[in-house]
């Protein structure tokens, strides 16, 4: 989950009780209009201006986080998407995988030669596979030199982008292969773009993956 008041911030997502909270009594508190059990303060998350403490349900998993900032708090909360959480906005599961874009062709290739992981399958396509690890990270692209082109010589350091990628032609999805849709004010397009400078432009991704060993 990425932080609203610690700048690049991000929190691990688990259900299971934090260490801090084991064995300890917790008071019942309200946010945003919920009744939860509120742990001790994370001193690990926590900084000098925002306190940190992990919330709970009745049966002690872990559904969320409060920041809290002077007399200000912020709530996150974990949600159905990981996405959703990662951003605290309201994905959808798409009933479809990355799979059943592909012709069967493609598919039968994927198998064959063993590209049955995400990051294996990215590597054979300039469509932008967006995983929530990938909105963390960022993304590192393929430079070519502006005077050898294919064949690099060694030392030259005239480089350029490869090729440019359309954000919004991007398809969001997990380990899995499970898609997901954004919801139309996303934050996803606007924080892309900060981590890579990505060009904005709409395909339609429903064309795609006709032939996975030509580059889909």
């Not at 982008?161 to 997901?180: H, R």
């Not at 924080?191 to 060993?213: E, I």
Request: net charge negative; hydrophobic share 35%; proline share 4%.
């Amino acid at each position: 989950m990425f932080s609203k008041r610690i700048p690049n911030k991000v929190y691990p997502v688990s259900q299971d009780i934090s260490e801090i909270d084991v064995d300890t009594d917790v008071e019942q508190y309200n946010y945003d209009d919920t009744l939860v059990y509120r742990g001790n303060l994370d001193p690990d998350h926590s900084t000098d201006t925002v306190k940190v403490y992990w919330l709970y349900d009745e049966n002690s998993i872990r559904v969320g986080l409060a920041e809290h900032e002077d007399d200000k708090h912020t709530t996150l909360w974990f949600r159905e998407t990981p996405f959703g959480t990662l951003l605290q906005e309201d994905w959808e599961a798409e009933n479809k995988t990355i799979w059943s874009l592909m012709t069967e062709a493609a598919y039968e290739d994927c198998i064959k030669y063993g590209w049955t992981s995400i990051d294996a399958l990215s590597k054979r396509t300039n469509i932008l596979l967006i995983t929530p690890k990938k909105v963390v990270e960022g993304f590192e692209f393929a430079r070519q030199c502006t005077r050898c082109i294919d064949s690099k010589q060694k030392d030259c350091l005239k480089t350029r982008p490869l090729c440019d990628f359309d954000i919004t032609s991007a398809i969001f999805l997990d380990d899995d292969g499970v898609l997901y849709k954004p919801p139309p004010d996303s934050s996803v397009y606007a924080t892309l773009r900060r981590r890579a400078g990505l060009v904005v432009s709409v395909v339609d991704s429903t064309a795609l993956f006709s032939s996975v060993g030509a580059g889909i």
